[in-house]
């Protein structure tokens, strides 16, 4: 690791996930955070398979935002996550913000997951 806070976060990521599975009816969406944009994924645990992703980089959340590492564009992030999940017939989800903590761009996705229709 490279530093003492990546350890830390990397040890709490473990730590949440042993008790944190994703399957057919309820896929773990997955949260990664770097200092310029934010990704997430939804994963089904039962076929190892990664069902659908996205990342601040996509033309949609790209043309409204210069910068995308703030809790504005994690915002609208998030609506665009939903609304892509929802056509993708997901409902019902297993969030995993992989030891980040809960504040800020996270919490700020994680709402808008919810006001877009997600459940978890």
């Known amino acids: 690791m490279k530093n003492k806070k990546e350890l830390v976060r990397f040890k709490r990521h473990r730590r949440i996930r042993m008790n944190m599975f994703g399957t057919d009816l309820r896929p ?14 939804i994963i089904n645990d039962v076929k190892n398979a990664t069902i659908f992703s996205l990342s601040t980089m996509d033309k949609e959340v790209k043309q409204k935002f210069a910068k995308p590492g703030n809790v504005k564009a994690s915002e609208l992030f998030g609506e665009v996550f939903a609304r892509r999940a929802k056509e993708k017939g997901i409902g019902k989800i297993v969030f995993d913000r992989a030891g980040y903590v809960y504040q800020g761009r996270i919490k700020a996705f994680a709402e808008a997951l919810r006001k877009g229709g997600l459940e978890f």
Not at 28 to 41: E, G
Request: charge should be positive; hydrophobic fraction near 45%; aromatic fraction near 0%.
């Open 28 to 41: 773990r969406l997955i949260v990664h955070r770097t200092l310029n944009n934010l990704s997430a994924q």
